[in-house]
C-alpha cells in the first residue's frame, strides 16, 4: 500500500490551508499520516548539531533518533505539504523542518562529480497554500520546494493548490475556498 506523508506546517488552530489540504488528503488512497510540525520537537539546528549530524553520518549511524524526520520522509509514495503564505514564503517551522530532513544518504547524496541525486521515493508532491492578500509572482513557498524536490529529493512533480484573498475585507470566503475544492475534484477526477 502506498504510505502518504501530509507534513502540516500550519499554525493555527482553525487554519484554512490545512482544511483544503485534508480535503486534498481525503482523495489520495493508501496509508495515511500526519506530521503536525508544530507540535514536533523542531529547532534550528545549530553548529554542535551539525558536526554531531556529520559524525553520525559518517558513522552510518541512521538509527539515530535525529533521522527520523528524514527517514520518514524519504520513505513516503505521496508528500501533500500544507504551508500558509507568510512573509511571501511559508511559516518558518517549515524551513527548521527542511534543515532537519536535509540529511545526507537518506532524502538525497552526492554524485562523484559532487552533483545531489535525490534518496527520495516519492514521484509527487503536492502542496497546499492560502494567503491573504494577490499572489503575484507565483508562490515563492511553492517555488522553493520544487526546486528542493528537483535539485535535492528526486522528487519529479510538483503541484499546486492555493486559495488567494483569504484576509481581504468584503470577499466571500467559503466561496473562494469552495473554488479551491473544486479545482481538487476536477484534478482527481
Ligand atoms: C505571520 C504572517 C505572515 C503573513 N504573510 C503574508 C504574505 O506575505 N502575503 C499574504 O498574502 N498573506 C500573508 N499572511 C496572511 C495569511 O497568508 C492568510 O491569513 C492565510 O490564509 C493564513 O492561513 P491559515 O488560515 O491556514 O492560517 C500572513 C499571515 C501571518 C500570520
Redesign the pocket.
Known amino acids: 500500500m502506498k504510505k502518504i506523508l501530509m507534513v502540516d506546517a500550519?499554525?493555527?488552530e482553525e487554519?484554512?490551508?490545512?482544511g483544503l489540504a485534508e480535503y486534498l488528503m481525503s482523495k489520495l488512497e493508501g496509508e495515511k499520516e500526519v506530521i503536525r510540525l508544530i507540535d514536533e520537537p523542531l529547532k534550528p539546528i545549530d553548529g554542535k548539531y551539525v558536526n554531531h549530524r556529520v559524525e553520525l553520518i559518517n558513522g552510518r549511524a541512521f538509527d539515530h533518533e535525529m533521522f527520523r524526520w528524514a527517514k520518514q520522509f524519504a520513505a513516503a509514495d505521496e508528500i501533500v505539504v500544507a504551508a500558509?503564505?507568510?512573509?511571501?514564503s511559508f511559516p518558518s517551522i517549515l524551513k527548521v523542518y527542511i534543515e532537519h530532513i536535509e540529511a545526507m544518504d537518506i532524502t538525497f547524496g552526492y554524485s562523484d562529480e559532487g552533483v545531489p541525486t535525490g534518496l527520495c521515493r516519492a514521484k509527487k508532491l503536492y502542496y497546499v497554500s492560502?494567503?491573504?492578500?494577490?499572489?503575484y509572482d507565483g508562490n515563492l513557498g511553492f517555488r522553493y520546494v520544487t526546486r528542493l524536490c528537483e535539485d535535492f529529493w528526486g522528487i519529479p512533480e510538483t503541484k499546486l493548490f492555493q486559495a488567494e484573498l483569504?484576509?481581504v475585507v468584503g470577499k466571500d470566503i467559503p466561496g473562494i475556498l469552495e473554488k479551491a475544492r473544486k479545482e481538487m475534484d476536477e484534478y482527481f477526477g
Not at 492560502?130 to 499572489?135: D, L, M, R, V, Y
Open positions: 500550519c499554525v493555527r487554519s484554512r490551508t490545512r500558509p503564505y507568510w512573509d511571501m492560502t494567503s491573504g492578500g494577490p499572489i483569504l484576509d
